[in-house]
């Protein structure tokens, strides 16, 4: 998100990896212990500020908190909750909320703050985009079927500190997933008493972290992070204001940053190659996959059959030389996939070795003109053509999205006779909503992880999943998964091997085709110091970081 999630290029991780492009760091240097003001860019407008709602917490993961926070290298440390313990057979959460946990507004944070909050998420009135990570709590997933009333859902308060949550199965990953945003309070009575603008503007929120938000009103394109000064850990935000502005060029953020008006910004491949020995250089890494999506159920049926063909997704992948387009085209500091999920995101408990690498299916995403052109004349054969039009949906806002469209569409004319794509990029919004409603034939789409787990990425792929845009049904695979979730939950080597058999299944098939693994090359000033940046869930924390 996952990131992040997760867009990236253009679909999904947009909700991680759009927001990803909003970090960064601070101000003037004269005048930065007294200001201790960041300057920061973000790739797009804040597409909303309910956590119900939200499609990533990259950037709002500095205004929400929720039992836990995420720490340097995904590790979870102190949140709202100042303990949390968990019953042997793993069924049960307890968690206890600091007494000095208070909202933005003064107002204590109470346990039924939390069993609101989740119960409006799942609620399937709301419509919230990541309901189904709540999968595992008890009842979730007849309330989100609109079986059971949301009422019934595993959580309850037992006075004003303490939260009960009552598991289906063990979560091998639940304490991590309690670090995410979406699992944090919201406050009854202000929603009711906002009613309809409750999160239209910055001002109709409360806001649980360390930061709050001002000067959002819903489409504009700056707006601060200021102090929070009733965060319970106030003490430690050493920064007292974070300003960020839409900036939609790379080559406008660099004019910004030597001006002094940015502290940090994104850098495209050209600018990379140009820069990459600048001593703000900085590269960070993110747990995002940008993909293909294939629309299995597309309106023109001629796409649909021959999207639906094995030969031709294997042959649209291995037409892509992914290393030329990573360490040339962009160059910088991207990476090759090893299949759908992302290297370095989770290692086999048994053996530490890296779960991408154990899923990996050869002459899947390695680059072969030969077979390529074999793979798209057996498919064309099969379903009876002798030539393909393919439009190609994609945002046109992230960093390189100009140059991934084009080497795509140029790539596929090149290797593949009688294929002909035609790219309609648009902004990251609008592609978002065409591909969720199944507007597309293929689409640019990606994925970050929201916690250091594979499951963070396998649940996409599963039937009736939000994300799962082109609707890929795969029997086996769901059952998989479904096993790691319940039958072999407590199991952590039966576990691991379903998710591994399932991630090998989704590879070979190419039920998406992974194009490349993010790495985010930026400019940072050097007085910048203290930024938290992780790989998945929520990437940047402000909270120690300062202005030296």
Request: net charge positive; hydrophobic share 35%; charged share 20%.
């Amino acid at each position: 998100m996952t990131g992040i999630k997760k867009f990236a290029i253009g679909a999904v991780g947009v909700s991680a990896a759009l927001l990803l492009a909003a970090c960064g760091q601070s101000k003037s240097s004269s005048q930065s212990q007294e200001k201790q003001v960041l300057n920061l860019s973000a790739a797009a407008a804040l597409d909303t500020i309910d956590i119900s709602k939200a499609t990533g917490y990259g950037q709002t993961g500095n205004v929400f908190e929720s039992f836990y926070r995420l720490g340097k290298k995904g590790k979870t440390t102190p949140g709202l909750a100042k303990s949390g313990s968990v019953s042997k057979d793993g069924k049960t959460w307890t968690f206890v909320i600091r007494s000095n946990a208070k909202w933005s507004n003064g107002e204590k944070i109470t346990a039924q703050d939390f069993v609101y909050s989740w119960r409006r998420s799942i609620n399937p009135k709301t419509a919230s985009p990541y309901a189904y990570l709540f999968s595992g709590v008890k009842n979730v997933d007849q309330i989100i079927a609109g079986k059971k009333a949301p009422s019934s859902l595993g959580i309850s308060a037992k006075g004003d500190n303490t939260v009960v949550v009552k598991l289906e199965r063990p979560i091998a990953y639940f304490k991590v997933l309690m670090a995410y945003p979406l699992f944090g309070p919201q406050n009854e009575a202000f929603i009711k008493k906002t009613g309809k603008k409750y999160a239209t503007s910055s001002k109709y929120m409360l806001y649980s972290g360390p930061f709050k938000i001002t000067g959002w009103k819903g489409t504009n394109d700056t707006w601060s992070f200021v102090k929070n000064n009733y965060y319970w850990d106030k003490k430690v935000v050493k920064l007292k204001k974070i300003n960020y502005q839409v900036v939609k060029t790379t080559n406008t953020g660099y004019q910004l940053y030597q001006q002094g008006k940015l502290d940090m910004t994104p850098l495209s491949s050209e600018q990379v190659k140009n820069l990459k020995n600048n001593k703000d250089f900085k590269t960070y890494p993110y747990s995002y996959v940008s993909f293909l999506a294939y629309n299995f159920n597309d309106k023109d049926q001629t796409v649909k059959k021959a999207l639906s063909n094995k030969k031709i997704r294997l042959a649209l992948s291995l037409a892509l030389d992914r290393q030329v387009l990573t360490k040339k085209v962009f160059g910088d500091g991207s990476s090759v996939p090893k299949g759908f999920v992302a290297s370095g995101l989770a290692y086999d408990p048994s053996t530490g070795a890296d779960f991408a690498s154990q899923g990996k299916i050869k002459n899947t995403v390695d680059y072969s003109e030969n077979l390529a052109k074999k793979y798209w004349k057996q498919g064309l054969k099969e379903i009876g053509l002798s030539k393909l039009s393919l439009t190609l949906l994609a945002s046109n806002e992230s960093t390189n999205a100009d140059a991934l469209t084009q080497y795509l569409q140029s790539q596929w004319t090149k290797v593949l006779a009688g294929i002909s794509v035609k790219v309609n990029a648009i902004p990251s919004k609008n592609a978002y909503t065409k591909a969720s409603s199944g507007d597309f034939d293929i689409y640019v789409s990606g994925w970050g992880g929201d916690f250091s787990d594979p499951m963070t990425f396998m649940q996409i792929l599963q039937k009736g999943t939000s994300y799962n845009y082109g609707k890929w049904n795969n029997k086996q695979y769901n059952a998989l998964v479904q096993k790691a979730l319940t039958t072999d939950a407590n199991n952590t080597t039966k576990r691991w091997q379903d998710l591994v058999d399932a991630l090998k299944l989704a590879n070979s098939e190419q039920a998406v085709t992974p194009i490349y693994e993010q790495t985010t090359a930026y400019l940072q000033k050097s007085k910048v110091r203290g930024i938290i940046h992780n790989t998945a869930g929520t990437q940047w924390s402000y909270k120690f970081a300062y202005i030296k």
